[in-house]
Every structure is written in C-alpha cells, then in structure tokens.
C-alpha cells in the first residue's frame, strides 16, 4: 500500500478478476439488474457470484467503466462448480507456468501465540477502542477479522495519525489514490481517508476484493495489499513483500 504507483496497480488489478474463480457457488439463472445509486461493477460481482470480467463481458464493457445508475445489466448465470479450495490440476499447472515465483506456495508461517494480542495494544486502551470498528468493517465485507486486524497492526499498530515517508495515511496506510479507487470503485461514494472508520472500511473492502483477485489465497491477498495485484502476478512477491507477508502471517494467531 505503500508504494507510489499503487493506484495505477490496483485500478489494472480489476481486470485480473475476469481470471478469479467462483468455486463453491450454488448455479443461479442469468437476470437482469437496474444500476441503483452507489453501485459498482465489483458490488454486483459478489452480490450474483460471477466476476468483474463476467459481468463487464456479458455487458459489453470494459471491467473499468463507469455505471450508469439505471442502467439494465445482464447477469449471467452460474453453473454448478467444484468445491472451495479444490482447483482443477489444470487450473494448478496453469497458475504455475504463468508465474514462476512459488513463495505462497511453499511459504510456512513461524506461528505465534493464539489471542495474545501484542502487549502494546494490550496497554493502549485508545487502541482497543477502535476494536468494534475493525469488527464492524471485517463482517460488512466479509473478511477474515484476524487478517483485517493483523494487517492493521502491522502497517499502523492501530494509528490512524501515522502518514509514512511515501504519503500513505491512517491505520491502514492507505495511498490517496487507491483511496480514491476503493471510494468510486469498490464502494460507490466518497469517503473520507482522514476518518479511522473510513479509513479502515478501505482496508477491508480492498481486502476482500484482494482476496477475490487472488482466489481466497491468504498469502498471495497480504502480498498483493503490500506490491499491488498487477505486480504480483508478473514479478511474484518481491524480497520485502515476503519480509512483509511472514510479518502479518506470524501476526494473525494473535487476533484469532
């Protein structure tokens, strides 16, 4: 999140959802949808289990376009398809040749205590207090609590006065323009990246859709937070993103 051309790397990570898959989704038959006020391509996405690249195709649009509130969408409808977790071998092999870098496949966390919080944040009652929000914005999306909150410890410890050295803000630490694209892209009004409630709905929304990107791989969802999706599908997870990733990973225990 940290990185300067984050935005342009989130906003062409859009496209990568026309690969994400929808294992685990009961079939439903295609429908039409009118585009109402503060919805985007990626709210529709998940509300009807299909992707951004499944409904922008069906439509006849590019996954970046913008909705035009009343406009009829053609829903396409799901097919029955296998299990969570259990990808095809040639879904396996294809996501290997098409990237070299095998670090979420062979990485291992070191582990850490289980709900022992750090001890900072078990003296920082101003901290605990923003506990119900990251409860709050992990069940509106979806997401994993552990996760939310670990990466927000390990990018803020909980701040939301903390502004990094490349100009990323809050307790997410969250660039301006990816701010921007979560605000008009993944959640369909403005927000402000100032406000700690705000501010960590832009985590946990870009999380989720992160996730989506990534087919639900928790390591490969923290990398791509860290370098951006673009990145780690054509480079894999740099050396620092991999520091990174152990990081969060040896983090989660502790707010599980």
């Known amino acids: 999140m940290r990185r300067q051309f ?7 990570g859009l496209g990568l959802l026309a690969t994400a898959g929808t294992a ?19 709210a529709i996405s998940r509300a009807d289990s299909v992707t951004v690249g499944q409904l922008a195709g069906a439509n006849h649009m590019n996954p970046n376009d913008i909705l035009l509130i009343g406009r009829h969408l053609s829903i ?7 299990a969570a977790g259990a990808p095809s071998a040639s879904a396996t092999v294809a996501a290997k040749a098409a990237n070299p870098w095998t670090f979420c496949t062979t990485f291992r966390s070191s582990g ?6 750090p001890d900072l944040l078990r003296r920082s009652p101003h901290r605990l207090a923003l506990q119900p929000l990251y409860i709050k914005w992990a069940n509106r999306y979806g997401l994993s609590l552990a996760l939310l909150e670990a990466i927000g410890w390990q990018e803020s410890g909980w701040q939301q006065g903390v502004v990094s050295s490349t100009g990323a803000i809050g307790a997410g630490q969250i660039m301006p323009g990816t701010a921007s694209f979560i605000a008009s892209t993944l959640i ?10 705000d501010n960590i709905r832009m985590s946990a929304a870009f999380l989720a859709y992160l996730a989506d990107v990534e087919g639900n791989n928790r390591c490969a969802t923290i990398a791509a937070y860290y370098e951006g999706p673009l990145n780690l599908g054509t480079y894999g997870v740099f050396s620092d993103t991999q520091s990174y990733v152990a990081s969060v990973e040896a983090l989660i225990p502790r707010f599980e």
């Open 24 to 42: 685990g989704f009961a079939p439903r038959a295609a429908r039409t949808y009118t585009v109402q006020p503060g919805d985007s391509l990626w």
């Open 6 to 12: 984050h935005r342009a790397l989130a906003l062409a």
């Open 76 to 82: 396409p409808g799901t097919s029955p398809s296998p």
């Open 188 to 197: 369909g009004r403005p927000l402000d990246i100032h406000s700690v409630s």
């Open 112 to 117: 850490a205590p289980v709900g022992v919080l």
